[in-house]
Every structure is written in structure tokens, then in C-alpha cells.
């Protein structure tokens, strides 16, 4: 991460201060010229020189007297062709110090369009002033017709009487008269080589700055915490980096306003500090939405809201996107381009994607919808359609589930958000609803004993509801007495409800058999040999216990008595004391 830092520091360095001057000032003035349309020959713009637009002329000038060819830089210059001749060299350069040491204005602002800005006159623009110690004097550009080059914008005549005496004043007060005269005369890339020992010399001190800032605003956080008696999780060592670059990018321009650069390598050296502190910011901004993200996801996932979590993975990755496409448009911003236009190729560019691509924004927006919605996790039961499986993935595209089968289902997301889906892992219990066939030479007092014991015996098992536990006599169907019980089983676990349905099935068997009656076969049957019939002994002792009832008016018609449904409350010992399951759940 330092090494990355250190990246960041030194590219615009090297780009801003290294990279050769014409070709700074060729990319710079390429970018001020944001004319739609090619110029047409013979009109105002066609101008070798550049002097069409006021932008063009000012750094045409720059990079002439930049280049130390002062003669080209006067053809910049409103003074006749003889004057021009002889007192055009020294002029442009008295005028070239005046705009690196005492010009006040932007560079960024000058017009670039032919007529200048409508604001300030069609002839004549004031792109700034020369502050010194005794006036103000306005820079201001008039627009003459040449015979040769048409229309085009030069230095006035009014402003370069001023020159000579603002030259005077300011030259006096050069630091440079103080310094070596051999750090003053040689010159690189347009600026002296005391003002590039300068500006080396303060990246240290500007580090140093940066960094104890970042240490000063870690100070409020740490009081907090103690006060809060939090434990420090070094989340701000991540901000720390990011916030570094900024600052120290910030102090070291502080600290170049006052070495006082050449005007047009300070426009390049303020781009890239403008570079460096939006890194730092973006940088910044980034950290902070992933470490928030980080948090809110992980916090969803410890409360049980898997598909929250997940969601927040996505969530992260549209903000991270999101933060990089705002850090690009402001770099570019900063560097002169024309955002108007790379706006606007990206909103068509958009809609063209967006029509190319339906299906997968169908799908990412449907992938949104089921993880926000939380209808389905990983490690459901569910079924889809007329498929069942469990969730394996659910990534933005599709799912993932794992068939009864063993295959792999896959279905797109946007398929799945109209889909009826029901997930039998979020069932609180399970039904559990057998339809017994009764023989039909069952007597009344029989099928009532048997109703009475199998709903008896549904109110004792302690995992079976009492609350909706019910058998009833539901029809005369055309081979049997059709019984229905309705009980739902206390699990969500479906092999512990095999177990459990199994105990109730072979638990309704005894009843049955001991009622003395049995189940009807499911068709016509001819009987070949004598019937033995029912068994008179069982059916005797079913009616005997049925008559007791009703004399001691305790027939359970149609229902028990609620102090009896209470007293039968897990009365059954389940599982039985006989089976492998009862010896580890009764240990006693």
C-alpha cells in the first residue's frame, strides 16, 4: 500500500514538472480548443500562430518566450512591423517576467471561442491583472484584422506601455537577485533550477505536514473510543494512506505559492497537485464505503439476514464502481477536457448497452429482488416450479439448486423473481394428514372407540399439537368408512418427521387391531372360503367400553372434556422405552 501511495505522489510529479514543455503546452492548449467544428480556411481560427482565439494567443506567447525564442513571442504583441522589428524581442521578455511574477487571473478561464466572450466586448478581453506593490494594472487583448492571418487577438498597445515601469518595479524585488546567479541563468523545461531544488525540497516537508495532520485528526477518534470503551480495530490505519496523499499534496502547493513559478509550468504543477488531492479524496471515499459496507454486511449475516449480506457484496461493488467513475470524470475535469461531451457519449453509450443488454439487466435486477427480499437462502429446501432442491449459490446472474436428482439446476434470476417458489425450510412444523379406510362391517360403537383412542392418542404424543390434533368420521366411500386425521408434527426437520409419522402410523395400527375391526382392502375381493368374520370377543369389549361412557356421561362426542385433553398431554413416552432412540433420549 505505500508502494501505491508513493505511485500516486510521484506520477503527477513526473507527468506535471518532468514531462517536456512543448509537449505540456501543445496537450494544454489541444484541450482549451473545445470548437466543435474544424475551422474553415480563411477564417479567424486558420492562424498559424494560434492567435484566433484569446486562449490561443496567450499560450502561443507562453510557450514562445518559454522556449527563450522571444522574436516569435513578439509577433504576439500590438505594435507596428518596425517597432516590432527592433523592440518586440526585449518587450516580450519584460512582458513574459511580468506574466510569471505578477499576473493574477486563470488561464483556464480565458475564452477560446474566436469572437472572445460576448461579456467583456467583441474586440477587447481582460484576462487578468499585474498586482504589484504600488497598482493594478489590467492585462487586456484586443482583436485586430490582419491583412494576412484575418482576425486575430494580440497583446494591447495600452498594456505594453506599462510593461517597461511594472518591469522595473517587479525586478526589484526578485528573490532571485539574492541568489546565486548560476541557479538563476540555467534553465529547465522552463524554469530556473533553484525553483526546481525548491520544489524537491519541500515534498519531504510536505509529507511530514500531511502526515501530522492525519495524526491530529486520529486524536478526536481515539478520545472517543476510550470514552465509549471501544477496542481500537485499526480501521483508520486504512484511511490513513489516502488522507496522506492529500494533505501533503495540499501543503506542498501552499508552500509553491511562494517560490513563485513561471506561469505557464505553475498551470501544469497546479493540474497535478488537482490530480493528486482528488486521488487522495476518491481514495478516501473509497476505503470508507468498503469498510462501511464491510461492517453492514457482516452485522446482516451475524443477525441471520444471509441475503442481506450478500446483497451488500453487490451493493459494494456498484458504489465501488460508482466512486471510480466519479474520481475519472474529476481527473479529467481538472486536466481542461470538455465533460459536456464525455457526459454526453456516456448516456448514449449507456442506452445502447442497456438495449444490448436486456436480459442481463433483467437478471441483475431480479438477482437484486430475491436477495433483498430474502425469499430464498443458501441451504433452503425449496421447489420451483415443479422441481424441489436446495439452494447451492445465489450469484447476480442466477441460482444455483441442487435437484432430489443430484443434478444441478441452474435458473436465471429474472426467471426466479416471477416465480411461485415454496421453501420448505422456513416451515415452523409439518402436517401430518393419513386418510384411514375402515372396513364396513365396523359397528358404530367400534369406529367411536377408535376415534376415541386415536384422537386420545394424538393428545398425548409430545410431538403432535394438541391444539389442531383431529381424526374424523369424514365419508362412506365405496369400499371402506373413510377416517381423516389432521395433526401437525412439532419439527421442521424432515427425516425426523419420517421417524415420527412412522411411530403415529404403527400406534394407529394397534388401535385399529384392538378395536377389533380392521382396514378395508382398496377393492373388490371374492371370497373363496368361509369369512371367519369379526371377532366377537373385541367388538363385545368395544361396545362394552363405549356403554361405560355414555353411563357415566363421559362419551368424548364430539370431543373430550378440555380438563381430559390436558390431563393426556404427553402421557405417551415417545420415543418408546423399547426402541434404540429411547434408550439415548430417557437415559433414567
Not at 490513513?240 to 508552500?255: D, E, N
Not at 433483467?362 to 436446495?390: H, K, M, P, Q
Not at 394428514?433 to 359397528?443: C, D, F, K, N, Q
Request: aromatic letters at 8%; hydrophobic letters at 45%; charged letters at 20%.
Amino acid at each position: 500500500m505505500k508502494k501505491l501511495a508513493l505511485a500516486f505522489i510521484v506520477c503527477p510529479f513526473i507527468l506535471g514538472l518532468v514531462l517536456p514543455a512543448p509537449v505540456m503546452a501543445q496537450s494544454v492548449t489541444n484541450l482549451l480548443k473545445t470548437g466543435p467544428q474544424a475551422p474553415a480556411p480563411g477564417s479567424a481560427s486558420a492562424d498559424s500562430l494560434g492567435r484566433g482565439t484569446p486562449s490561443g494567443t496567450v499560450f502561443g506567447f507562453l510557450q514562445a518566450a518559454q522556449d527563450g525564442n522571444e522574436r516569435a513571442a513578439a509577433d504576439y504583441l500590438q505594435m507596428s512591423a518596425a517597432r516590432r522589428q527592433s523592440q518586440g524581442p526585449d518587450a516580450a521578455g519584460k512582458l513574459k517576467l511580468l506574466m510569471d511574477s505578477a499576473f493574477v487571473g486563470s488561464l483556464r478561464r480565458i475564452s477560446t471561442r474566436p469572437e472572445g466572450d460576448p461579456e467583456s466586448g467583441t474586440d477587447q478581453q481582460t484576462i487578468g491583472i499585474f498586482s504589484t506593490r504600488d497598482s493594478d494594472v489590467p492585462v487586456v487583448l484586443v482583436r485586430i484584422a490582419d491583412p494576412n492571418d484575418g482576425k486575430i487577438w494580440l497583446f494591447s498597445a495600452d498594456t505594453l506601455s506599462k510593461v517597461p515601469e511594472l518591469y522595473d518595479n517587479v525586478q526589484a524585488h526578485l528573490i532571485e537577485n539574492k541568489l546565486p546567479q548560476s541557479l538563476v541563468r540555467n534553465v529547465f523545461l522552463g524554469m530556473p533550477l533553484w525553483q526546481w531544488l525548491a520544489l524537491f525540497a519541500a515534498i519531504p516537508i510536505a509529507v511530514a505536514i500531511g502526515w501530522a495532520m492525519v495524526l491530529l485528526l486520529a486524536i478526536p477518534r481515539r478520545l472517543f473510543l476510550k470514552f465509549r470503551n471501544r477496542p481500537n480495530l485499526h480501521s483508520y490505519s486504512r484511511m490513513s494512506t489516502p488522507l496522506l496523499v492529500s494533505f501533503s499534496a495540499m501543503a506542498h502547493r501552499i508552500m509553491a505559492t511562494h517560490i513563485g513559478l513561471p506561469l505557464l509550468p505553475r498551470l501544469y504543477y497546479s493540474r497535478s497537485i488537482g490530480v493528486l488531492v482528488s486521488i487522495g479524496f476518491f481514495w478516501f471515499l473509497l476505503r470508507v464505503s468498503n469498510l462501511t459496507m464491510q461492517r453492514l454486511r457482516n452485522h446482516a449475516i451475524t443477525g441471520g439476514r444471509i441475503g442481506t449480506g450478500t446483497l451488500m457484496v453487490l451493493a459494494e461493488r456498484l458504489l465501488t464502481a460508482l466512486v471510480v467513475v466519479a474520481a475519472v470524470l474529476s481527473i479529467l475535469a481538472i486536466l481542461g477536457f470538455n465533460l459536456t461531451t464525455v457526459l454526453a457519449g456516456l448516456g448514449i453509450g449507456g442506452i445502447a448497452i442497456a438495449f444490448a443488454a436486456q436480459k442481463t439487466l433483467e437478471n441483475l435486477f431480479g438477482g437484486i429482488s430475491v436477495l433483498a427480499d430474502e425469499v430464498i437462502r443458501v441451504g433452503d429446501y425449496c421447489r420451483f416450479g415443479d422441481r424441489t432442491g436446495t439452494v447451492e449459490d445465489i450469484s447476480l446472474r442466477s441460482t444455483r439448486v441442487r435437484t432430489d436428482a443430484r443434478t444441478e439446476l441452474s435458473i436465471p434470476n429474472g426467471t426466479l423473481a416471477t416465480m411461485s417458489i415454496e421453501n420448505f425450510t422456513r416451515r415452523d412444523k409439518i402436517l401430518f394428514g393419513p386418510v384411514l379406510a375402515i372396513r364396513y362391517e365396523t359397528s358404530p360403537d367400534q369406529l367411536r372407540y377408535l376415534l376415541a383412542e386415536v384422537r386420545r392418542m394424538l393428545y398425548e404424543h409430545p410431538k403432535v399439537e394438541d391444539q389442531s390434533a383431529s381424526i374424523r368420521f369424514a365419508n362412506f366411500d365405496t369400499s371402506a368408512l373413510r377416517l381423516e386425521v389432521s395433526a401437525y408434527v412439532l419439527t421442521r426437520d424432515s427425516n425426523e418427521y419420517a421417524a415420527i409419522r412412522e411411530d403415529l402410523l404403527l400406534r394407529i395400527m394397534n388401535i385399529v387391531e384392538k378395536s377389533g375391526t380392521g382396514f378395508a382392502f382398496p377393492s373388490q375381493t371374492l371370497y373363496f372360503s368361509r369369512d371367519s368374520g369379526l371377532d366377537k370377543e373385541k367388538a363385545a369389549a368395544a361396545e362394552q367400553q363405549v356403554q361405560q361412557w355414555r353411563d357415566e356421561h363421559k362419551l368424548p362426542f364430539p370431543d373430550f372434556a378440555p380438563d381430559d385433553k390436558s390431563a393426556f398431554r404427553g402421557s405417551i413416552v415417545y420415543p418408546p422405552l423399547e426402541s434404540a432412540a429411547g434408550e439415548h433420549s430417557n437415559p433414567g
